[in-house]
């Protein structure tokens, strides 16, 4: 386990140079052996310790992991400081999680309360991923982004709350850098241009004043595009999430 995780850094993070530097000097990573050893005593029922446990870590790397928190190999916490995982939470393999990320719950359930990621899912630096939902395989969470509800696989979620903005092609590796399209300037670029379109019709409308009834008739408000009318919709209705 240790060796995949040593591997994974050295893969993801090309200012990695050696495996002292990485042991010694990345908090992500002593998060997680911390939580390996808590988590075991937290299965065999042992009170008390693997929550001491887990506040010293939280002390020492700036991350928060409960022991009860299932987490999967290949893990990358980058940088950490101020991430939150559940007790409840479910991270599955080769996982890709910024600093500032939550995996909490909302405070309206119990049981099963917190999220369940899938295998190659980027939780981007502060983004807030809330309550017992599901996340596919090989999603990429916007940085900042709130999510609330289930998002499928190999997809890409931006905004607050977060929006399914597209589809992508499945993965076998976590990418450290994805080119997140923002939804708001989108759907702002498509309202200003139609503005400027109605804009223009009314200037043809004033210019026409002086003709007869029956020529002004011909003089309609055009509609948009039928993508921006969809994108809009979707950014107003949430786009699914």
């Known amino acids: 386990m240790l ?8 893969d993801r993070d090309p200012a990695a140079h050696n495996w002292l530097e990485v042991l010694f000097c ?6 997680l052996l911390f939580h390996r050893i808590a988590h075991w005593l937290y299965q065999n029922n042992i009170p008390f310790i693997p929550r001491l446990i887990s506040q010293i870590s939280r002390f020492l ?14 893990v ?24 500032g990320a939550t995996l909490g719950g909302t405070g309206k359930e119990t049981g099963k309360r917190h999220p369940t990621l899938g295998n190659n899912v980027i939780v981007g630096a ?70 400027k379109s109605l804009e223009a019709q009314v200037e043809e409308l004033k210019s026409a004043a002086s003709l007869p009834a029956t020529n002004i008739n011909h003089y309609q408000l055009g509609n948009s595009s039928a993508e921006g009318n969809l994108l809009v919709e979707d950014f107003l209705h949430g786009a699914g999430i």
Do not use: W
């Not at 060796?3 to 050295?10: C, G, M, N, W």
């Not at 790397?61 to 290949?74: D, L, N, R």
């Not at 309550?131 to 607050?160: F, M």
């Open 61 to 74: 790397t700036g991350i928060e992991i409960h022991p009860g928190a299932k987490i999967g190999q290949g």
């Open 3 to 10: 060796a995949t995780e040593l591997q994974t850094i050295y």
């Open 126 to 195: 502060g983004a807030k991923v809330l309550g017992n939902i599901t996340i596919g395989d090989g999603v990429s969470i916007g940085a900042g982004s709130v999510v609330l509800r289930d998002v499928p696989s190999h997809c890409t979620v931006v905004g607050i709350p977060g929006r399914l903005v597209h589809h992508k092609q499945p993965k076998t590796k976590v990418s450290n850098q994805e080119n997140f399209p923002d939804m708001e300037a989108q759907v702002i670029q498509v309202l200003f241009d139609r503005i």
């Open 26 to 31: 990345y908090p992500g990573l002593q998060a």
């Open 76 to 99: 990358f916490i980058d940088h950490g400081m101020g991430v939150v995982i559940g007790e409840t939470a479910v991270v599955g393999d080769y996982a890709l999680i910024y600093q």
